[in-house]
């Protein structure tokens, strides 16, 4: 074994032990281990199954879910569940699970993985079983279009991993064509609709030979039951099927088999139907997965309920600069029955050097129009989705502006009913810490 490999190992387990009382051990220790040894991911080796979770949209609530049912079914399982997904936190998540050789002893590895990152951290190692939950346009001023990430991504999917792959995506669902495969979908349910509601839709074309597509319906954007007109790309027959919904009580059919689950909207059900998909193809009893992924529940960071005084409030976390993240969102907003006032906080990018707001114009907010009491703009960018709200035909008396996070309690009060918390996840804490106060 390569001394470097065994000096980057130590530093590694050593930074982790130093950093996380101070919150520095997710994604640090294997960036210096990386520096140390470049090769790191290529030194490792795995008892158990690899598997790896990518795509643009749902990775962090697929692969949790996945680490629980393995977990709960007693296997052992080392996940980085903390969402850290480039090559310094998948570090990470290794060097701290092996020993001193560096064997992975666990059973399963479960690995979230950023999609544009893929192919440099499987230059090293291979996955068992690789999952692509879907491909959206994400983060375009980082990512540029949805064929760069197919690119990558396919540079990244060596010939010995077998796909786990959503039927109901045209994009996702045609990588890697020469890789064993396996398929999950989500039948039409009550919240799917004939034509898509959103604006983002990154297959109107066929993506194998640019013809019309053609969707008998939508769950969301693009993902749904299509055939391209042109040369007759389908939605490939799946494995694993859900269906039979019921939103309202959280239960639903897999594979002709009655469950439950956590889940409020079709994006959720969705990514845990890949979940359960997953731990099927890797080994667990269909009953048993069911089992315990009836017992999964979403970070509390990504949703959760509380009070400000007497009023209820929600908070909805978004990826980033993704639209269709946001958009999902928007349509648990517009299920519920109550009054409802919206607030949403738009913060600068620092990597376009605080310049780009045009992915606020790929989010539906016309959807909103009419549905709710008010609209409350916050953070840096507040007047920049202010006058997105306006170029969507808002009426301007229920768009309320506050970019200072300090002042924004006396806006609140000049409304009445249900607060829905619109915002990424490291703006989170703050505007929480405002509404609170």
Not at 58 to 73: E, F, Y
Not at 75 to 86: E, F, T, Y
């Amino acid at each position: 074994m390569a001394l470097k490999f065994i000096i980057a190992l130590l530093v590694g387990k050593l930074l982790h032990l130093i950093g996380k009382p101070l919150g520095k051990a997710t994604n640090l220790p294997g960036e210096v281990a990386l520096k140390l040894c470049p090769d790191l991911f290529s030194h490792f080796r795995f008892r158990g199954k690899v598997l790896a979770v990518t795509g643009s949209n749902g990775k962090t609530t697929t692969a949790n879910a996945v680490a629980h049912i393995l977990s709960r079914s007693g296997r052992s399982v080392v996940n980085n569940a903390k969402g850290s997904n480039l090559t310094g936190g998948v570090a990470t998540t290794l060097l701290c699970s092996s020993r001193l050789s560096g064997t992975v002893p666990q059973d399963f590895v479960v690995l979230e993985v950023d999609e544009r990152y893929s192919r440099l951290i499987f230059r090293g190692f291979a996955p068992d079983l690789m999952l692509v939950t879907n491909l959206f346009r994400d983060q375009l001023t980082r990512n540029g279009n949805v064929d760069v990430i197919v690119a990558k991504l396919t540079e990244a999917i060596g010939p010995g991993t077998r796909l786990v792959l959503n039927a109901n995506d045209p994009i996702s669902a045609d990588l890697a064509p020469d890789n064993e495969r396996v398929y999950y979908a989500m039948a039409r349910t009550d919240a799917s609709t004939d034509t898509s509601v959103n604006i983002t839709h990154d297959a109107k074309v066929c993506p194998r030979c640019f013809g019309k597509m053609h969707y008998d319906f939508f769950h969301y954007n693009h993902i749904g039951q299509f055939t391209c007109t042109n040369c007759g790309y389908t939605t490939p027959e799946a494995a694993y099927v859900t269906d039979n919904v019921d939103f309202a009580a959280g239960v639903f059919t897999f594979n002709g088999c009655r469950t439950s689950g956590f889940f409020y909207s079709p994006y959720l059900l969705m990514d845990l139907t890949a979940a359960i998909a997953l731990c099927c193809e890797a080994g667990i009893p269909q009953s048993t997965a069911l089992e315990h992924a009836a017992t999964f529940t979403v970070s509390r960071q990504r949703f959760r309920e509380f009070a400000i005084g007497r009023r209820k409030a929600v908070l909805i976390l978004s990826k980033n600069q993704n639209p269709v993240s946001f958009d999902q969102s928007i349509s648990y907003v517009l299920e519920q029955e109550e009054r409802k006032n919206v607030i949403i906080y738009v913060n600068n990018i620092n990597h376009t050097d605080n310049k780009d707001t045009t992915w606020l114009y790929d989010i539906s907010f016309e959807r909103l129009n009419g549905r709710i009491d008010s609209l409350i703009c916050t953070g840096p960018r507040a007047y920049d989705l202010a006058v997105r709200l306006q170029l969507s035909g808002f009426d301007m008396d229920t768009v309320l502006v506050e970019p200072d996070l300090d002042q924004l309690k006396p806006v609140l009060e000049r409304t009445e009913g249900t607060l829905y918390i619109l915002t990424e996840l490291y703006d989170a804490n703050a505007i929480v810490k405002a509404v609170t106060k």
